[in-house]
């Protein structure tokens, strides 16, 4: 603990939480060598990575920006597709870690350019309507990838918006893109380990920024945009920054996706606006605001199904009961009230320790 | 030359004319005072002045540059800051942090800087603390430095809405009721701290205030509106004996 | 088939749309929230329509009847478990609460009716009437009648009766219009209790027009009919009768004409296009904030 003491408190708050997930994935690694984790919660390693991910870069949007985004989902598809995309065109000539990090790379680089074209609409929108537009967005790049195609053959690269058909490859010719059907066969390279040294990248990234002088500013136009102004900040730059950095890592979420699965496509299931609003569910679960929040509560949300297994048919419902449940007692004015006066907030459990420790 | 010089200014809002050939002109260094009822229209002349509101015509010029209409943030850059009748601080940051985004135009390192903690990001950020510091040392806010802004009393707020418009480094600041909702001693710190300011400063100041011991404590100058136009101008103990002034204010 | 068919057929869907963003748009402009389980509300509507008349042979009419009545007492019994304590909290927090209302209504009825798809009978038999070669059918004519119906009434209502004001009152100022007198509790189940009635003919006749009946069946129509309100400018009657014909006419025009799988992003690229033109929807009022 002294060494934390030089440095600044969301600093300290960053260096807790990567040693906690550093920790957790030690434990993880030691158990599954162990033999202790059933296959069915193995399978879950890399989607709760890519959905903590996708809640850190949604909280950036909806807890420093202020602005309610339900396409995110779609964020994650372009970056699922573009990293999916050059994987597979270069599976035979790059060897797999450089690959990897090019696709990376490239999944982030083409869901941060969408994130910024949009964003110049978007932004001027405000509240509500600024939120279905980010959800029309969404279900616009899901829709059109779904009519995507492109081959290649000898000759070099096809490209069409309508069928297999009208690409007019040559018989040697190989899908890559296949409309509805996406891609199949992208190289399997995302582990857990993959995933958490992401979700570490990704949370460093996003601390770091909201900590810095360009974060403090993006924070300034939430807390009051007029003021803002009238310091001197341009509203609109600091907007589209924090906007298309959400949208960036997003794209990373989508990589770590892609390459989980032996064939993408793009359904309503994973990045339709279903999916933005599950994302949406995890940040304002784990605190709005709250990078650790989002990922302990993206964990326990995925996992909660699993655990449930046992009810089979009945999970489900209790899943969602569980979420209207947490929501008023976390929200409710009533229960909030009810909660001070019987010491069950936060620091009235704080307080409550230390003074039985006074009493010892 | 002026430092503000503002000719025949006007705004409308659909049919209705709030403010009609205001003019001002304030000297560098002068504490000004812009008074009348309520709904005269005195707020809207402050929301042109900084680009909130777009003047229907007239010109503003600061030091000779004509800034009639530009954006807000620029007219910021240009040299002018302000506070609000009703406080608008950035709540749910420190009080530190206020100050720090009122210093953002006179601190430079990049984002890329301060996302990957590379060595500007130190050495500006330990520069913005300490200068920070010392203009809240100032209000005697510095003591208060990790206070959320939010959880301030309200005479306090106030304060740190002036130290945060007076970290932009100002040329001219303008008060809106600095004084509203304060008690008699919290009015009389209040124009301690204005001589102060004005002096550690070297800022020229324009406020709107109803509480009249404090504009003829303070203010040199005042300029009186009443329904959207100036009833009177000059030096304070004319304004205040002017008989239309006095019938504006007490009303018959 | 020509173009006029597309367009009639365009109108048919756009009224059930209509019908649907009026839910939305009534609830948000008294509660200020995004009702996400309204679509779902229509499903358990079709479903009610579906038990009662092709199950228990009821004639149309009456199930029809039956299934407003439990659509209602589900509006507002959702409004008073789910979102009344939360009407103080953020809106964010109402909104994750919508999603889990929305969520236990899909799984409810995955439980009760299973995942196979229903296929459902038409609640009208009418085969339609034929003009100068145009057939219409019956189902295309009656939706329309019945949007059109329910917006004249709809729009009497609260201008004319003293609940309809009350509802305008709250919308306006809840603290004000509770000072005035107004039971703002009431006027919000009152709220619910409407939108949700017209749920349930709205699913009567969407699963008429698209005889496939699921637990997931509402939630595309009712985010479509969302689009809908903000597209006419939420809040305003008026508003969404415009936002959900001009949806179900470019989508039913972009799938024949452009795209049969672009239709929804046609549909939503005219949205994106409608709000930047103007940022509160065609009919919406922009608010300034007072500085």
Same mark, same amino acid.
């Given at each position: 603990?002294?060494?934390l ?9 960053l ?6 997930v ?7 690694e ?71 990090i ?29 939120a279905?537009?980010?959800?029309a ?7 059109v ?27 040697d ?52 945009r ?28 989508g ?91 936060l620091d ?13 | 030359?002026?430092?503000?010089? %503002?000719?025949? /200014?006007?705004?409308? +809002?659909?049919?209705?004319? &709030?403010?009609? *050939?205001?003019?001002?002109? =304030? ?16 707020t ?15 010109t ?17 850059k ?24 009122g ?11 301060? %996302?990957?903690? /590379?060595?500007?990001? +130190?050495?500006?950020?330990? &520069?913005?603390? *300490?200068k920070?510091?010392? =203009? ?16 301030l009393?309200y ?23 600095p ?11 209040l ?14 100041i ?17 300029? %009186? ?10 030096n ?17 | ?21 009026l839910g ?26 579906f ?31 789910a ?8 809106n964010?927090?109402?909104l ?48 329309i ?23 305008r ?20 189940s ?37 689009t ?64």
């Amino acid at each position: 603990m002294k060494l934390l003491k030089n440095v600044t408190a969301p600093t300290q708050k960053l260096i807790r939480t990567v040693a906690a997930v550093v920790l957790v994935y030690i434990l993880m690694e030691i158990l599954i060598a162990a033999g202790c984790i059933s296959s069915l919660i193995q399978g879950l390693l890399v989607p709760v990575c890519t959905y903590s991910i996708a809640a850190v870069a949604l909280n950036l949007c909806v807890g420093y920006l202020g602005e309610l985004s339900l396409g995110h989902a779609g964020f994650m598809c372009l970056g699922a597709f573009a990293s999916a995309y050059f994987s597979k065109l270069t599976a035979d000539t790059i060897p797999d870690v450089p690959r990897f990090i090019l696709a990376l790379i490239i999944g982030t680089a083409v869901a941060a350019l969408f994130g910024f074209l949009i964003a110049i609409p978007v932004l001027r929108l405000k509240g509500d309507y600024l939120a279905i537009v980010t959800l029309a967005f969404g279900e616009i790049i899901k829709n059109v990838m779904n009519v995507i195609y492109v081959g290649k053959d000898s000759v070099g690269l096809h490209f069409s918006m309508k069928d297999q058909l009208s690409l007019g490859m040559s018989v040697d010719g190989k899908m890559i893109i296949n409309g509805a059907q996406g891609i199949t066969g992208t190289p399997r390279q995302s582990t857990f380990t993959v995933g958490v040294v992401l979700l570490i990248l990704a949370l460093i990234i996003t601390s770091n920024f909201v900590n810095s002088r360009t974060g403090r500013a993006v924070k300034a136009i939430r807390d009051n945009r007029i003021a803002a102004e009238t310091v001197g900040l341009p509203v609109s730059k600091y907007k589209l920054i924090a906007f298309t950095l959400s949208a960036a890592i997003a794209g990373v979420a989508g990589v770590l996706y892609s390459h989980s699965l032996n064939s993408l496509t793009a359904t309503t299931n994973n990045f339709g606006y279903n999916m933005s609003i599950m994302i949406l569910v995890y940040v304002v679960l784990g605190g709005i605001g709250n990078f650790s929040g989002g990922i302990i509560a993206t964990t326990v949300l995925l996992l909660l199904p699993e655990l449930l297994r046992g009810m089979a048919d009945y999970r489900m419902l209790i899943y969602s009961i569980v979420l209207i449940a947490l929501m008023i007692f976390n929200w409710s004015p009533d229960v909030q009230k009810w909660k001070a006066v019987n010491g069950l907030t936060l620091d009235g459990i704080k307080a409550r320790f230390s003074k039985n420790k006074e009493v010892q | 030359m002026s430092l503000l010089e %503002v000719t025949n /200014l006007g705004i409308s +809002f659909g049919g209705l004319r &709030a403010v009609d *050939e205001f003019s001002l002109k =304030i000297e560098e260094g002068e504490l000004y005072g812009l008074i009348g009822p309520n709904g005269a229209g005195k707020t809207t002349v402050f929301n042109m002045l900084t680009g909130i509101y777009k003047p229907t015509d007239g010109t503003i010029k600061l030091n000779g540059a004509d800034i009639t209409g530009r954006k807000t943030a620029d007219i910021n850059k240009a040299g002018v800051a302000r506070t609000f009748q009703n406080i608008r601080l950035f709540g749910d940051q420190s009080v530190l942090d206020n100050v720090k985004i009122g210093l953002h135009n006179h601190f430079e390192y990049s984002t890329i800087e301060g %996302v990957f903690r /590379l060595p500007r990001f +130190f050495s500006t950020e330990k &520069a913005m603390n *300490e200068k920070a510091m010392s =203009i809240l040392s100032v209000f005697g806010l510095d003591v208060e430095a990790d206070t959320l802004a939010s959880n301030l009393p309200y005479g306090k707020q106030r304060q740190l809405e002036i130290a945060r418009a007076l970290a932009t480094e100002p040329k001219l600041l303008l008060l809106d009721e600095p004084a509203a909702g304060m008690n008699p001693n919290e009015t009389r710190e209040l124009m301690e701290t204005i001589a102060l300011i004005r002096k550690e400063f070297k800022v020229t100041i324009l406020l709107i205030e109803h509480d009249m011991k404090l504009v003829s404590g303070i203010c040199e100058k005042l300029t %009186v509106l009443n329904f959207g136009r100036v009833l009177c101008q000059g030096n304070t103990s004319e304004v205040l004996n002017n008989p239309e002034v006095i019938k504006a204010y007490l009303g018959e | 088939m020509g173009f006029l068919t597309y367009l009639i057929n365009g109108l048919s869907l756009g009224s059930i749309y209509a019908i649907i963003a009026l839910g939305y748009t009534m609830v948000y402009g008294i509660a200020k929230m995004l009702n996400f389980a309204h679509g779902d509300v229509i499903m358990i509507g079709s479903y009610a329509v579906f038990m009662t008349m092709a199950n228990s042979g009821l004639p149309a009419v009456v199930s029809i009847i039956i299934a407003i009545v439990i659509c209602t007492a589900l509006g507002v019994i959702i409004e008073k478990i789910a979102y009344k304590p939360l009407r103080k909290a953020t809106n964010l927090a109402v909104l994750i609460t919508a999603i889990g209302v929305s969520y236990f209504l899909q799984n409810m009825a995955l439980l009760i009716f299973g995942s196979n798809p229903i296929v459902f009978k038409s609640v009208i038999n009418w085969k339609g009437i034929t003009v100068a070669g145009l057939t219409i059918s019956g189902i295309t004519i009656i939706t329309i009648v019945t949007c059109i119906i329910i917006m004249l009434v709809l729009t009497w209502f609260v201008k004319n009766t003293k609940p309809g004001q009350a509802m305008r009152a709250v919308s306006e100022d809840k603290d004000a219009a509770s000072l005035m007198g107004i039971n703002v509790n009431a006027t919000i189940s009152l709220t619910f209790a409407i939108g949700s009635g017209l749920a349930a003919i709205a699913g009567a006749l969407y699963c008429s027009a698209y005889p496939t009946l699921t637990p997931y069946t509402g939630s595309m129509p009712g985010i479509k009919a969302f689009t809908a309100a903000v597209f006419g400018g939420i809040g305003s009657i008026p508003g969404a009768l415009i936002g959900g014909l001009l949806l179900g006419v470019i989508e039913i025009l972009g799938k024949a004409y452009i795209s049969s799988q672009l239709s929804d992003a046609i549909v939503f690229i005219v949205l994106i296009i409608v709000l930047l033109v103007k940022p509160a929807g065609i009919l919406g009022k922009t608010i300034h904030e007072k500085v």
